[in-house]
């Protein structure tokens, strides 16, 4: 079975154990031998050939998850004018529903779990977006014009994959509707006063076209120059990250708002640099689309463990200074701001120019199933049900989710957005959730000391050092693992 979007995110979901029978007649229909009209042998579907990286006028910076939406950047507006972070993605189809023929050439199985930016931008489906987008661009010189015009979050959607690019059809949809989830930024400083977060606290403010994309970094993080700031011109001229949303803002100002509430501490990231608005192109709302906050060109520990680890830089006294400042972290977001991080994973530790831990990502959405506790994880896998529940009618699917809804526990925040993202955690005690934090935290201690960049590997992500074993087996570290010992295998 090939990897694609699709299979993919039916075996990462729970919900695979009550439709793996129609799964699995369509993928066989996909798998059936190939005729010659559809053969990658037949000359008439080869494309060919793909433009190197850098040919184009077009560059990928990175892909979200699972490849079907790429962060593309035209180079034209970038080299003659700043470009601002608008989040116009190019949305492709499934790799399943690539042409046969072309699948190897796209590299559409190997591609799906990459997470690593330049391994991205070298894939064939990536130079393939490029040559398309050119070829859009020759076909349509207005385009460019009208790019830098389109609502934030504006698609560029590919019908579909085709070795003569002429058959490919290209549409622009502006996407009025996120302008209208942006709140207010005089709605947002209403909410401040009412929670009695200080004036002097207070983020600056900044317009969007006054910064200029650098480089797309994740899904929600952009790298970018301030042109300028009226309220804090200091700013003018600094790198910065850009964290925003590409289809909604709730969790952002979420983040924004701990940020702003918490206590500082020398092991989390601080306070935003400045909030980021747009001037809506209906009603002249000043919408807020996200903030700023430092750039730590160091990266973080993801890479860095394993690089470090093969080059045996790694020394104990690294690995427990990253651990004591992790821990000293989370110690005081649970004390002092009275809140739980749920997301911790060595990609959101990042490393500040004296080489120390900063704990970043404050979102609250919860984490990969690898990295929850125990009582997250079930929970997690029927809330996942929940939300998957279309053409899945058995007894046993039914039976299920109506004892969890019975039992689900109040909470906080119930019609709340964010809870109703996270529910397992928010549903904990405060007790619980410090005991989720503590095995959360024992993980990433493994990760440290074992020089790995995840707890174990993953079907769905592929980092540029995979890890070379799995939670609860030891090799770099001293001592046995519980496998080593006989008995469960600790698992």
């Not at 129609?22 to 060919?48: E, M, V």
């Not at 990536?126 to 050119?134: A, E, F, G, P």
């Not at 059809?169 to 005089?186: H, M």
């Not at 983020?203 to 797309?216: E, G, H, S, T, V």
Request: include cysteine.
């Amino acid at each position: 079975m090939e990897l694609s979007f699709e299979v993919i995110n039916a075996l990462w979901r729970p919900s695979y154990v009550f439709k793996h029978q129609s799964f699995r007649s369509r993928i066989a229909l996909r798998t059936t031998l190939t005729s010659w009209q559809d053969s990658a042998l037949n000359p008439k579907n080869r494309i060919d050939s793909l433009p190197a990286i850098g040919a184009t006028r077009w560059r990928i910076d990175g892909a979200a998850t699972f490849k079907t939406r790429f962060y593309a950047v035209p180079l034209d507006l970038l080299d003659s004018a700043c470009l601002p972070p608008l989040r116009i993605d190019i949305f492709v189809p499934d790799q399943g529903n690539y042409p046969p023929a072309l699948r190897h050439t796209l590299d559409a199985t190997t591609g799906v779990p990459l997470t690593h930016a330049p391994a991205i931008s070298a894939l064939g489906i990536s130079r393939y977006i490029c040559h398309v987008l050119d070829t859009y661009c020759y076909q349509n010189p207005t385009f460019l014009n009208r790019y830098r015009r389109l609502p934030y979050g504006s698609r560029v959607v590919v019908s579909h994959i085709d070795s003569d690019l002429g058959n490919v059809d290209v549409s622009i949809e502006p996407n009025y509707a996120l302008e209208g989830l942006a709140t207010p930024l005089a709605s947002l400083h209403q909410a401040w006063t009412r929670e009695n977060i200080p004036v002097a606290r207070w983020a600056p403010n900044i317009d969007l076209f006054d910064l200029c994309l650098i480089r797309q970094l994740h899904d929600s993080v952009t790298l970018v120059k301030v042109l300028r700031c009226k309220e804090r011109p200091q700013l003018q001229g600094m790198t910065a990250v850009f964290k925003s949303g590409s289809d909604d803002f709730h969790h952002v100002l979420h983040e924004l708002n701990l940020l702003l509430t918490m206590p500082p501490h020398s092991n989390i990231v601080g306070p935003p640099l400045a909030t980021v608005t747009k001037k809506s192109g209906f009603g002249g709302k000043q919408g807020v689309y996200g903030f700023l906050l430092p750039y730590f060109p160091s990266g973080s520990l993801r890479d860095t463990l394993p690089a470090y680890s093969f080059a045996q830089r790694l020394d104990i006294a690294t690995k427990i200074g990253w651990c004591t400042q992790v821990t000293s972290a989370l110690i005081h977001l649970f004390e002092k701001r009275r809140t739980f991080y749920s997301d911790l994973r060595p990609d959101n530790v990042l490393l500040d120019s004296r080489g120390q831990a900063v704990l970043c990502d404050l979102e609250q959405r919860g984490s990969w199933h690898e990295w929850c506790p125990p009582e997250v994880l079930y929970p997690q896998y029927v809330e996942n049900l929940l939300n998957n529940q279309q053409g899945s009618k058995t007894l046993a699917w039914d039976s299920l989710i109506a004892a969890y809804v019975r039992k689900r526990p109040t909470q906080v925040g119930e019609t709340n957005f964010i809870h109703s993202k996270n529910r397992p955690w928010f549903a904990l005690s405060r007790q619980s959730q410090e005991k989720a934090m503590v095995y959360t935290l024992g993980l990433f201690i493994y990760c440290v000391f074992e020089g790995l960049s995840s707890v174990r590997p993953s079907l769905a992500y592929r980092f540029p050092i995979e890890p070379a074993t799995s939670f609860p087996d030891f090799l770099a570290t001293v001592g046995q693992s519980p496998s080593q010992e006989g008995g469960t295998n600790g698992r």
